[in-house]
């Protein structure tokens, strides 16, 4: 009974393998990229590259100057001293 080896309705059956010949979800890009807000800005909206790499996360260093909540969104206005907002 504990030692049998044939099938018997568990999770990891052969068919229920990924079905090949199918179309493959493109991955998001799951790096963490230290970037100036100019960067940023330059972006458009489709995607997030820097240096022709493909940018997951950002992290922002800079001094937060100006803080505004509003009824669906914070928008932080941040100086990262590079001559820019």
């Given at each position: 009974m504990w030692n049998d080896q044939g099938g018997g309705g568990g999770f990891n059956t052969p068919g229920s393998q990924t079905p090949g010949g199918g179309e493959k979800k493109r991955t998001r890009a799951q790096n963490l990229v230290p970037v100036t807000i100019s960067s940023v800005l330059e972006c458009t909206e489709e995607s997030l590259s820097i240096e022709g790499l493909e940018v997951g996360?950002?992290?922002l260093l800079g001094k937060v100057v100006?803080?505004?909540?509003?009824?669906?969104?914070?928008?932080?206005?941040?100086?990262d001293q590079n001559g820019t907002n």
């Open positions: 996360m950002v992290c100006s803080i505004s909540n509003e009824a669906t969104k914070s928008v932080y206005t941040l100086k």
